[in-house]
């Protein structure tokens, strides 16, 4: 089936600093993708959704500046946030769609950020 | 809007026991409704959807009907395994979109 990885699992990171997050399609060309972020014992939030290249678009209320995302190809797409500060500290999950027409999302495994 | 309630976790039970997650939509229209399942350091996946009313999903021995009067696609299954244990999430796409609303998901301990 399709596969959706990743990277990194888990990261750490000081208040101020940047952290990038990747997400690759392993086995299927992905014309979209997602980002979600879920907060302990809360529902998955969708951040934005990202065509491969054009600019996302960003739900209501997502800083589109501290969230940056590329999606440069069809098998890649990253998050990067700037300037962490602890409140930004979540769960991180990608989820890619094989075709503009298909409802079908296959998650990633998710990113754990913890910034102290 | 749209959104998405179910039954809080953590539910515990013996291996063979009847399992019931209870999941309850909000949405205009007729939206389709997703049962997504995410294992221990896995990914989220799709488990078994319905798009329309009266629609049973089912896979794995997991069932699901789409009842449109009660807004509800609860989950069940007869007889759960250890294996079964995981993280379940009752998940909404509008019938105006492609964006999933997904509800806060609920931990399952099936024990032997």
């Known amino acids: 089936g399709a596969v959706v990885s990743q990277h990194p699992s888990w990261v750490i990171c000081k208040s101020g600093t940047s952290v990038k997050i990747e997400c690759r399609s392993l086995d299927f060309q992905a014309t979209t993708m997602f980002w979600y972020r879920q907060f302990p014992k809360q529902s998955l939030m969708l951040m934005a959704t990202s065509n491969e290249g054009s600019k996302a678009t960003y739900e209501q209320g997502v800083e589109k500046d501290k969230f940056l995302i590329n999606h440069a190809s069809l098998t890649l797409s990253t998050l990067t946030v700037t300037s962490a500060h602890p409140e930004d500290s979540s769960f991180y999950i990608c989820?890619?769609?094989?075709?503009?027409?298909?409802?079908?999302?296959?998650f990633g495994p998710g990113t754990r950020l913890t910034v102290t | 809007g749209n959104s998405v309630t179910q039954m809080e976790g953590p539910v515990t039970l013996s291996e063979e026991a009847f399992l019931t997650i209870n999941c309850t939509y909000t949405?205009?229209?007729?939206?389709?409704l997703f049962w997504y399942v995410q294992y221990p350091g896995e990914g989220l996946q799709l488990l078994l959807k319905a798009t329309k009313a009266d629609d049973k999903g089912s896979n794995k021995g997991f069932e699901a009907t789409y009842r449109k009067e009660t807004t509800s696609f609860h989950l069940e299954k007869g007889s759960v395994q250890v294996s079964d244990s995981a993280v379940y999430f009752c998940a909404l796409r509008p019938s105006d979109g492609q964006n999933f609303v997904f509800g806060p998901g609920t931990r399952l301990s099936v024990l032997p």
């Open positions: 949405a205009t229209g007729y939206p389709s």
């Open positions: 989820s890619a769609k094989t075709s503009v027409s298909s409802y079908e999302q296959y």
